[in-house]
C-alpha cells in the first residue's frame, strides 16, 4: 500500500488530505495502517503543511466511543502531526459514505467478506459457514458480482482523481488448483464447530432451531464474481487496477499462541452464535461461556481440527478521471 501511495499520489498535492478507512470496528487494525500512511505524508510534506481528515465508517451499531478511545491513545496516529482531524461515520459499505470527489485514499480490510444474512442458508448440518463456500442458491448466481462491482462505483464516486482505493476480499481457489482445498479449509473448521453446537442441542442445552441459525455471515468470491466486478468498473469508469496480489495464509500464524489463536475465531463467530441464542442476557451469557469451554476441550484434544488457511486476494485501483 505505500509503494502505491508514493508511486501514484506524489503528484497530487491538494491543501487538505482526506483519507476514508472503511470497516472500522474498534480501531486498532486501522491504526497499523494509518500511522503507516501518515508517516508517508509526514515525509512528503512539513509536518503540519497539510491538513489531514480521516473519516472511520462502520455500521451505525459499532462502538464509536472504544473507536475515539483507541485513536487518541498515545500510541496512536493522532500524535503524529498536529494538524489531524478524526470523524465517525455510521453507514453500510454498500452505500456511499461521503460526497463525490472528496477523498484522497481509501482503505478497507478484513470487511468487504461480510454480507447479508440469506435465511435459505440456514441448517441444523452442515458449517457455520455455508455462505462462504456453497453453491450459489437460485436467484443469487449473479448477487455478489453486482455488489462488489457496487462497492467499487460508491468509491469511484467518493474518490478525488488521483485518489487510490486499496482493500482484500476474501476468495475461492480455481477448482483443480493445488490450492483449492486450502482455500476451504476454514469451511471445514467452522464445520467442526456447529459439530459441538449440535451436541449441545442434542444435550437440550439450545434448540435445533437456534443451531440452525447459526451461520456467519461471510463470502469467499469466486474469480468469476470478483473478475466481473473489476473488469466492469475498470472499463465503465475512470479506475484503473494498478495493484493485485494473490496470498494464502495459514490464519494461526498472525497469532503468538493457541488462546490468542482461539480468541481470534471466537471473535468472528459470537455475534451469529449469541444472537441466535433466545432469551434474557443470563442465559446466552451462561450458553456461551459454556460454548466457549467446549471450544477450548475441543481444541487441546484435536488442534488440526480447527487449523485454516484464508486465500486473500489484495487489490489497489487508481481513480484517473
Not at 132 to 143: H, S, T
Not at 187 to 201: A, D, G, P
Amino acid at each position: 500500500m505505500d509503494n502505491n501511495y508514493n508511486k501514484y499520489y506524489k503528484k497530487y498535492n491538494n491543501n487538505n488530505i482526506r483519507i476514508l478507512d472503511i470497516g472500522c470496528l474498534h480501531g486498532k487494525n486501522s491504526i497499523i495502517v494509518l500511522k503507516s500512511l501518515i508517516e508517508q505524508i509526514r515525509n512528503k510534506w512539513n509536518p503540519n503543511e497539510k491538513v489531514i481528515e480521516i473519516f472511520h465508517s462502520d455500521l451505525s451499531v459499532n462502538d464509536f466511543s472504544n473507536l475515539f478511545n483507541q485513536v487518541y491513545n498515545l500510541n496512536s496516529y493522532s500524535n503524529k502531526i498536529n494538524n489531524i482531524f478524526t470523524y465517525g461515520i455510521g453507514n453500510a459499505f454498500e452505500n456511499q459514505l461521503v460526497p463525490n470527489n472528496s477523498i484522497d485514499f481509501i482503505f478497507s480490510f478484513t470487511t468487504l467478506h461480510w454480507v447479508p444474512f440469506l435465511n435459505k442458508y440456514k441448517s441444523f448440518e452442515g458449517s457455520l459457514y455455508n455462505i462462504a463456500f456453497l453453491d450459489r442458491l437460485a436467484g443469487f448466481e449473479n448477487y455478489y458480482k453486482e455488489r462488489l462491482l457496487n462497492v467499487l462505483n460508491h468509491r469511484y464516486n467518493e474518490l478525488k482523481v488521483g485518489g487510490i482505493f486499496s482493500f482484500n476480499i476474501f476468495i475461492q481457489e480455481d477448482q483443480g488448483n493445488e490450492n483449492e482445498e486450502k482455500s476451504k479449509s476454514s469451511y471445514n473448521c467452522m464445520t467442526n464447530v456447529k459439530y459441538f453446537l449440535r451436541e449441545m442441542s442434542n444435550e437440550s442445552i439450545l434448540s435445533r432451531e437456534e443451531v440452525e441459525n447459526m451461520i456467519v455471515p461471510f463470502v469467499h468470491l469466486t474469480r468469476n464474481e470478483y473478475q466481473y466486478a473489476i473488469d466492469k468498473s475498470t472499463n465503465k469508469t475512470g479506475l484503473r487496477l494498478i495493484y493485485e496480489n494473490k496470498i494464502t495464509i495459514k490464519w494461526s500464524d498472525s497469532y503468538q499462541d493457541d488462546e490468542s489463536y482461539l480468541g481470534s475465531i471466537i471473535s468472528i463467530i459470537s455475534n451469529s452464535i449469541k444472537s441466535s441464542i433466545i432469551g434474557d442476557p443470563t442465559r446466552v451469557d451462561s450458553i456461551f461461556n459454556d460454548f466457549e469451554q467446549r471450544f477450548h476441550l475441543k481444541y487441546k484434544l484435536n488442534p488440526n481440527d480447527f487449523q485454516f488457511q484464508i486465500t486473500n486476494l489484495y487489490l489497489s485501483f487508481l481513480k484517473e478521471n
